[in-house]
């Protein structure tokens, strides 16, 4: 027993150890990643800008390197769409969202959201988040929008936890309502179009691209948010799309690192915050 108790204790002081070192070198930084896709199915004579967030999680507009807004602002996109979790059942504090919002209608910039996992576990702050939002953008969660020169985007509503009576299982990403959600937005599916998905999990591709979507955004997973090495330590071992550009057939997904931090994991180390800027050329 003494030697099991002095195993705990080694562990705890080396799991506290590992964590302060982490706090200490928490990474601060904002960075923007670019992407480019070209289709036959775009049919505008000028680039198309996708400025794609996630994860905001209640983290304030300013990070160590610059203003968010100020970046997005400078990146000039046509539009921004949101992949989930801008607030959680901890969100106390609204002001940041309702700034988003009023820089982007001043812009006139258009932007359209979805839901995340967050959402759906706290669906009164929810309710505010949508509010705030609707006052300018455009909720996706299981609706389609063509956004002209052969661009139509699509969006699924996050499946939330397991519900009471569904069985678990392990190692199988929970799927919930998407696939309803999917088959209900095949109705008038139109794969001559450059078909864009929102969708806040990135486990929930495989479903999408065997649906035709040209090109998936995601979120979820922080990136891994500390990342030692190859391994992402907040992403579960079997999770196959962690972070940056997976593809699958012709679908390709892009899986943002987000803007913000887990409430109990409060910090990044190697795995910096995130812009995804998409441009879109015939």
Same mark, same amino acid.
């Given at each position: 027993?003494?030697?099991?108790?002095?195993?705990?204790?080694?562990?705890?002081? &080396?799991?506290?150890?590992?964590?302060?070192?982490?706090?200490?070198?928490?990474? *601060?930084?904002?960075?923007? *990643?670019?992407?480019? !896709?070209?289709?036959?199915?775009?049919?505008?004579?000028?680039?198309?800008?996708?400025?794609?967030?996630?994860?905001?999680?209640?983290?304030?507009?300013?990070?160590?390197?610059?203003?968010?807004?100020?970046?997005?602002? =400078?990146?000039?996109?046509?539009?921004?769409?949101?992949?989930? =979790?801008? &607030?959680?059942?901890?969100?106390?504090?609204?002001?940041?969202?309702?700034?988003?919002?009023?820089?982007?209608?001043?812009?006139?910039?258009?932007?359209?959201?979805?839901?995340?996992?967050?959402?759906?576990?706290? /669906?009164?702050?929810?309710?505010?988040?949508?509010?705030?939002?609707?006052?300018?953008?455009?909720?996706?969660?299981?609706?389609?929008?063509?956004?002209?020169?052969?661009?139509?985007?699509?969006?699924?509503?996050? /499946?939330? !936890?397991?519900?009471?009576?569904?069985?678990?299982?392990?190692?199988? /990403?929970?799927?919930?309502? &998407?696939?309803?959600?999917?088959?209900?937005?095949?109705?008038?599916?139109d794969a001559s179009k450059f078909n864009i998905m929102l969708c806040h999990r990135p486990n929930l591709f495989d479903l999408i691209a065997a649906k035709g979507y040209d090109l998936t955004f995601s979120g979820h997973t922080h990136g891994g948010q500390v990342k030692i090495g190859r391994w992402a330590m907040a992403s579960a071992p079997w999770e196959a799309y962690i972070a940056g550009a997976y593809s699958?057939?012709?679908?390709?997904?892009?899986?943002?690192?987000?803007?913000?931090?887990? !409430? !109990?994991?409060?910090?990044?180390?190697?795995? *910096?915050?995130?812009?995804?800027?998409?441009?879109?050329?015939?």
């Amino acid at each position: 027993m003494r030697v099991f108790l002095r195993g705990v204790a080694l562990v705890g002081v &080396v799991c506290t150890g590992f964590g302060i070192f982490c706090y200490t070198n928490n990474d *601060t930084q904002l960075v923007v *990643t670019s992407y480019q !896709y070209a289709s036959e199915k775009y049919t505008g004579s000028e680039a198309f800008r996708i400025v794609q967030l996630s994860d905001f999680h209640n983290h304030s507009l300013d990070y160590s390197n610059g203003d968010l807004l100020e970046i997005i602002n =400078d990146l000039k996109p046509d539009v921004i769409v949101l992949t989930g =979790d801008f &607030v959680d059942d901890h969100t106390s504090d609204f002001s940041m969202l309702e700034s988003m919002i009023n820089a982007w209608k001043a812009k006139g910039i258009p932007f359209f959201y979805v839901d995340g996992n967050h959402e759906m576990h706290a /669906p009164d702050n929810a309710k505010i988040e949508h509010e705030i939002f609707d006052g300018w953008g455009t909720n996706m969660n299981e609706k389609r929008l063509d956004l002209g020169n052969g661009i139509v985007l699509s969006g699924v509503r996050d /499946p939330g !936890y397991r519900k009471k009576g569904e069985w678990p299982t392990l190692f199988v /990403p929970y799927e919930g309502d &998407v696939p309803a959600q999917l088959d209900a937005l095949s109705s008038g599916f139109d794969a001559s179009k450059f078909n864009i998905m929102l969708c806040h999990r990135p486990n929930l591709f495989d479903l999408i691209a065997a649906k035709g979507y040209d090109l998936t955004f995601s979120g979820h997973t922080h990136g891994g948010q500390v990342k030692i090495g190859r391994w992402a330590m907040a992403s579960a071992p079997w999770e196959a799309y962690i972070a940056g550009a997976y593809s699958k057939g012709l679908s390709r997904l892009l899986v943002n690192r987000g803007l913000g931090t887990s !409430y !109990y994991l409060p910090f990044r180390y190697n795995c *910096t915050a995130e812009i995804v800027l998409t441009t879109i050329t015939r």
